[in-house]
């Protein structure tokens, strides 16, 4: 039985397993399987994990299209590790990743039976990736509170990087087939009386979406989504969450006044882009980065601001959409 099970849905994604996988043969810390799930795909990568078989302990499923969550499960139930592992195809993972994960959790009280790692940008990355990878992860977007080293919410494991134990497993079950359904998961395992924690040294590198319009539809979908936390798990919206609602408000409205009361109106906007420019370009050391990390923060924040607003009224003030019966369904557990 392996300290580790590695648990991967894919769709589509032939080349980012090999990179994965690749990764993962690296390991300093070889204790561990991995479960590679294909859900569905038209293009599997079974030929892929054939490849790496024999330098890692690897099984790999197919199966329909179902969605990334039920594909997870799948995984789960073909694992016999003690602590389940979830990584995304498009990640990285270092080579001491586990090294690190093993001696962290060594230190960690008995209740903590579930962690997250944050993610980092890898230097092959693409610009855009890297400007993207800013984005998420920087505090002057709302990408810093989510395991930075100043944090505005308590943590929340991610599914591109998180895990806990096999008995947290039976106790909360498996994911559910929904947006944000890693914060759902995490939710239900401190509901359940577990604790959960950041373990920093844990990190992989993602490469997260590799254009503005895919990166746009992402986090308009994480802004719908945390409405329907909020109907799941009443009193779970905090002001954190609504922060990128405010900004676009606060925004459009001193874009209205720079066109018809004075160009000044405009000033806070170009400090912030300056910021968001200067920030970027230092840390990732290039121009171009910084440059791009410029639209990439707007495509962050008025994504997920204009998706939260959306669902909000929808759902919210005027109490409808498609899925708030099936949200209500889930809060009663059906």
Not at 60 to 77: L, M, P, Q, T, V
Not at 91 to 103: G, H, K, V
Not at 176 to 189: A, C, Q, V
Request: glycine share 8%; charged share 25%; net charge positive.
């Amino acid at each position: 039985m392996p300290k580790y099970s590695v648990i991967i849905p894919v769709y589509n994604r032939i080349d980012e397993v090999e990179e994965l996988l690749q990764s993962l043969t690296k390991q300093t810390f070889k204790d561990f399987e991995v479960i590679i799930v294909e859900d569905g795909s038209t293009m599997p990568c079974g030929d892929v994990c054939k490849k790496y078989s024999h330098d890692l302990k690897l099984q790999y499923f197919y199966k329909d299209n179902e969605g990334r969550s039920i594909a997870r499960n799948y995984g789960i139930e073909h694992s016999s590790g003690e602590w389940l592992i979830f990584f995304d195809s498009d990640c990285l993972i270092p080579a001491d990743y586990f090294e690190n994960l093993e001696r962290e959790l060594k230190q960690l009280p008995p209740n903590t039976q579930c962690f997250g790692g944050p993610d980092a940008t890898h230097s092959s990355f693409s610009p855009v990736q890297k400007a993207i990878g800013f984005a998420m992860t920087s505090f002057l977007t709302t990408g810093g509170i989510r395991g930075g080293k100043v944090q505005m919410e308590k943590f929340v494991p991610r599914s591109f990087n998180m895990g806990y134990t096999r008995n947290v497993y039976q106790r909360v079950g498996g994911f559910r087939e929904m947006f944000s359904e890693d914060i759902d998961m995490s939710t239900r395992i401190r509901n359940a009386g577990f604790d959960c924690c950041l373990i920093r040294e844990a990190y992989v590198f993602h490469k997260r979406r590799v254009d503005f319009k895919k990166f746009w539809r992402q986090v308009h979908v994480f802004g719908r989504s945390r409405i329907t936390l909020k109907l799941l798990y009443p009193g779970s919206l905090k002001l954190v969450h609504v922060l990128p609602a405010m900004a676009v408000v606060l925004a459009l409205i001193m874009i209205i006044l720079g066109i018809v009361v004075s160009p000044w109106w405009f000033l806070p906007l170009g400090i912030y882009a300056l910021a968001i420019l200067i920030a970027a370009t230092v840390k990732s050391r290039s121009m171009k980065v910084g440059v791009l990390a410029v639209p990439a923060a707007a495509v962050q924040l008025i994504g997920y601001g204009t998706g939260f607003i959306r669902a909000y009224f929808t759902k919210i003030v005027l109490g409808k959409g498609r899925d708030i019966e099936e949200e209500i369904a889930l809060r009663k557990g059906k």
